[in-house]
């Protein structure tokens, strides 16, 4: 049986042998075999609730975090697409957040409010995405916000997840790769519009300054590795900067094919317009190969790499 003869009825949107590249942010990847985007959460549920089990979902965001190999994703992927991309304060410092929502527009929003989200201003990707990955920037993490998560299990069970349930970390969380955060409550410290406005466009003028944020990219490519302390502390600090460890393997602007790292800042992983995807992710290989055999260093991917190469 074709996996298209599985596919239980839906009120939402379904396409097969969708092309990603379009809706990834490096511009990269094959097709996925069946893209799904729910009307809304019983849509959802209801269709992972009758999904054959053997069938695999993977949900994606904006893909600000993801390169899609060329050979595509087998199974489904879930894009929440616009119904899941709500934002509604409910008094006390929090606000109910879609997640689907982008983070900068919930940014703005919050800000409007005179609610200090203004850490998630200059991060491209969505809610859902920003908690799978407890986003963050200059010192602020999503963990420090996230009050609680309504998600689907790929069993199509609804379900509450509060901190314990995600055990954040850096750049990481529990989440299970197949469960779907549709929305989240998030809490953060009040303060004056205008402020708060102020504090985002410095973010916005400093990121400028110091990223290639025009370029095609997913953001840093590495984690910062772990264990490195300037203060002494060994427990989950990266104070050393994967930027540094590639500067010092002298990578900087190194290339193959048609990917780079960004001559403005080494971390970055950029398509300068003909990269594939075995091109990005075979320079990340590159990069880490280089950095073990001169630093002794084992850089840990950031960006999540998912599908298949092309054969
Ligand atoms: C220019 C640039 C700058 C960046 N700067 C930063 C930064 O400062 N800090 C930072 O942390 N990141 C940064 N990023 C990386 C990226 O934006 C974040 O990791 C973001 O949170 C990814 O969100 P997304 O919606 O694009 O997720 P995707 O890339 O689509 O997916 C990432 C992961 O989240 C999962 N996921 C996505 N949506 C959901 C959902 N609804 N439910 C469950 N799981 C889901 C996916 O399965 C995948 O595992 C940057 C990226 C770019 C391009």
């Known amino acids: 049986m074709s996996l298209t003869d599985k596919l239980p009825p839906v009120a939402g949107r379904l396409s097969f042998d969708k092309p990603m590249k379009a809706l990834s942010w490096l511009r990269v990847g094959g097709p996925a075999e069946v893209l799904f985007t729910p009307a809304h959460m019983a849509d959802l549920a209801g269709f992972l609730a009758a999904l054959p089990a053997d069938v695999p979902v993977l949900p994606v965001g904006v893909c600000s975090n993801m390169i899609i190999r060329d050979g595509g994703i087998g199974g489904v992927v879930v894009r929440l697409g616009r119904a899941f991309n709500g934002f509604e304060v409910l008094g006390d410092g929090r606000v109910r957040v879609g997640g689907f929502a982008l983070d900068g527009q919930v940014a703005k929003q919050a800000a409007d409010a005179g609610i200090d989200l203004a850490f998630l201003r200059t991060i491209p990707g969505t809610i859902g995405g920003a908690i799978k990955m407890n986003a963050g920037c200059y010192g602020d993490y999503l963990a420090d916000v996230f009050v609680s998560a309504t998600a689907v299990t790929r069993g199509g069970q609804v379900v509450t997840l509060r901190p314990d349930d995600l055990r954040f970390a850096y750049r990481s969380s529990a989440l299970p790769d197949d469960t779907i955060i ?34 095609l990219s997913c953001g840093s490519t590495f984690r910062n590795p772990a264990g490195f302390s300037s203060t002494g502390r060994e427990d989950d600090v990266h104070d050393l900067k994967a930027w540094k460890v590639i500067d010092d393997a002298g990578l900087r602007g190194a290339t193959l094919g048609g990917a780079q790292m960004s001559p403005k800042h080494p971390n970055f992983l950029v398509n300068t317009g003909t990269a594939t995807a075995a091109d990005l992710e075979g320079l990340g290989e590159l990069v880490r190969q280089k950095v073990r055999d001169t630093a002794g260093i084992d850089l840990q991917w950031e960006i999540m790499r998912v599908g298949t190469p092309l054969l």
């Open 182 to 215: 549709c929305q989240a409550v998030l809490r953060a410290p009040r303060g004056a519009p205008a402020d708060i406005h102020q504090k985002m466009h410095t973010a916005v003028q400093r990121r400028a300054e110091s990223q290639p944020v025009d370029d």
